[in-house]
């Protein structure tokens, strides 16, 4: 065979990610044909009518480029968490932003901190610029702040507090993050990842955005549109820093980077908080009924603060996933994060969570 191109060395230990399975792929594979996909925490009612109506009137404009700047959806943004547009960066989802943090902060050899389990981006993004990530086990599936706080190093130059956990639902409250933020070197950069703060109810969930406020310069909070707004499927995430912070993420940053049908529909998601309202309202009664279910199966689970419950069936999850599968039901196997036995649920609507409890206790008989 002929000699092929060399990648760099520091990739090979990158393992991809595995997303959740599609229904699509369900469907053709399996030949069923109801299926539901509780896997990937996306919003079981979809998008607010308001966004649908705003990409059918953008996809006549899809012959532009879109606006490089992001200019109205970050107008929006603004007035509504009560920043100036200079703290915010708009992503092709929240994963760019992780990428660019890494691109314009990480050297070969670098470290970042992280709990374990946590979401795997983060390692991602440090081995693709060269850099290892620190891995601190949680304590009862929390983050153990004094424990990542002692594991920075002069190599560390990220921190990753992902709040709410995924995939353990599970939260950091305002007194630990501010101790924990006290103990944080000025040099070393703290990320908030907020993906599912929409959902928490927690009256000591932090006001993240009080320390970007207040000029913090090694805080920097991220956001998506993917989870409770339903647009997983365009990719708009969006950090909150101080401009010093968000000038070099905009060095890396690809021109372009959010096209125009995302933007627009985003600009109309943030308005219709209605629809936002309906989505929390049906995530806590479907939290209220699986806690329920897993209850009468005897089933211990992790309480949750966003929109998945980490469960534990007592058994190997992956088999377990197979056949819920084979009766239409897809979740997430826990193994990926290091707990074969649980899974990860994404509460859906009535209906769902009813097909996934009726399938679970038929493959658990």
């Given at each position: 065979?002929?000699?092929?191109?060399?990648?760099?060395?520091?990739?090979?230990a990158?393992?991809?990610?595995?997303?959740?399975?599609?229904?699509e792929?369900?469907?053709?594979?399996?030949?069923?044909?109801?299926?539901?996909?509780?896997?990937?925490?996306?919003?079981?009612?979809?998008?607010?009518?308001?966004?649908?109506?705003?990409?059918?009137?953008?996809?006549?404009?899809?012959?532009?480029?879109?606006?490089?700047?992001?200019?109205?959806?970050?107008?929006?943004?603004?007035?509504?968490?009560?920043?100036?547009?200079?703290?915010?960066?708009?992503?092709?989802?929240?994963?760019?932003?992780?990428?660019?943090?890494?691109?314009?902060?990480?050297?070969?050899?670098?470290?970042?901190?992280?709990?374990?389990?946590?979401?795997?981006?983060?390692?991602?993004?440090?081995?693709?610029?060269?850099?290892?990530?620190?891995k601190?086990?949680?304590?009862?599936?929390?983050?153990?702040?004094?424990?990542?706080?002692?594991?920075?190093?002069?190599?560390?130059?990220?921190?990753?507090?992902?709040?709410?956990?995924?995939?353990?639902?599970?939260?950091?409250?305002?007194?630990?993050?501010?101790?924990?933020?006290?103990?944080?070197?000025?040099?070393?950069?703290?990320?908030?990842?907020?993906?599912?703060?929409?959902?928490?109810?927690?009256?000591?969930?932090?006001?993240?955005?009080?320390?970007?406020?207040a000029?913090?310069?090694?805080?920097?909070?991220?956001?998506?549109?993917s989870?409770?707004?339903?647009?997983a499927?365009?990719?708009?995430?969006?950090?909150?820093?101080?401009?010093?912070?968000?000038r070099?993420?905009?060095?890396?940053r690809?021109?372009?980077?959010?096209?125009?049908?995302?933007?627009?529909?985003?600009?109309?998601?943030?308005?219709?908080?209605?629809?936002?309202?309906?989505?929390?309202?049906?995530?806590?009664?479907?939290?209220?009924?699986?806690?329920?279910?897993?209850?009468?199966?005897?089933?211990?689970?992790?309480?949750?603060?966003?929109?998945?419950?980490?469960?534990?069936i007592?058994?190997?999850?992956?088999?377990?996933?197979?056949?819920?599968?084979?009766?239409?039901?897809?979740?997430?196997?826990?193994?990926?994060?290091?707990y074969?036995?649980?899974?990860?649920?994404?509460?859906?609507?009535?209906?769902?969570?009813?097909?996934?409890?009726?399938?679970?206790?038929?493959?658990?008989?």
């Amino acid at each position: 065979m002929a000699a092929a191109p060399k990648c760099r060395e520091s990739i090979l230990a990158i393992k991809p990610y595995v997303p959740g399975k599609p229904i699509e792929e369900v469907q053709r594979e399996l030949g069923v044909k109801d299926v539901i996909k509780l896997a990937s925490n996306e919003n079981p009612l979809g998008p607010s009518p308001d966004a649908v109506q705003a990409l059918r009137e953008a996809s006549e404009r899809v012959y532009l480029y879109p606006d490089g700047n992001c200019y109205y959806l970050k107008e929006a943004l603004a007035a509504r968490l009560n920043v100036e547009q200079e703290n915010l960066i708009i992503g092709n989802g929240t994963d760019e932003i992780l990428k660019m943090l890494a691109e314009a902060y990480i050297n070969p050899g670098d470290e970042i901190v992280v709990a374990e389990p946590t979401f795997s981006e983060y390692e991602f993004a440090a081995q693709v610029m060269g850099g290892r990530a620190i891995k601190v086990p949680s304590r009862n599936f929390r983050h153990d702040l004094k424990a990542m706080a002692a594991a920075i190093t002069p190599r560390t130059r990220l921190v990753f507090i992902c709040n709410p956990n995924n995939p353990t639902g599970t939260i950091v409250g305002q007194a630990a993050l501010d101790a924990f933020s006290k103990q944080v070197p000025p040099e070393v950069l703290v990320v908030l990842d907020e993906a599912y703060a929409d959902y928490v109810t927690a009256e000591h969930y932090p006001d993240s955005l009080a320390y970007v406020r207040a000029g913090r310069a090694n805080v920097i909070v991220l956001r998506t549109f993917s989870k409770i707004y339903g647009l997983a499927g365009l990719r708009v995430g969006y950090g909150i820093a101080v401009p010093e912070i968000i000038r070099d993420l905009n060095r890396v940053r690809e021109p372009f980077n959010v096209n125009l049908l995302a933007q627009a529909a985003a600009v109309a998601a943030l308005k219709d908080t209605a629809h936002v309202g309906k989505s929390r309202e049906v995530n806590s009664e479907g939290k209220d009924y699986l806690y329920s279910q897993f209850a009468a199966l005897d089933l211990k689970y992790i309480p949750t603060e966003a929109n998945f419950i980490f469960v534990d069936i007592q058994r190997d999850s992956r088999e377990v996933f197979q056949q819920l599968l084979q009766k239409g039901v897809i979740v997430r196997t826990g193994d990926i994060f290091g707990y074969d036995t649980f899974l990860r649920v994404t509460i859906g609507t009535r209906r769902q969570n009813e097909l996934f409890i009726r399938a679970l206790r038929e493959v658990l008989a």
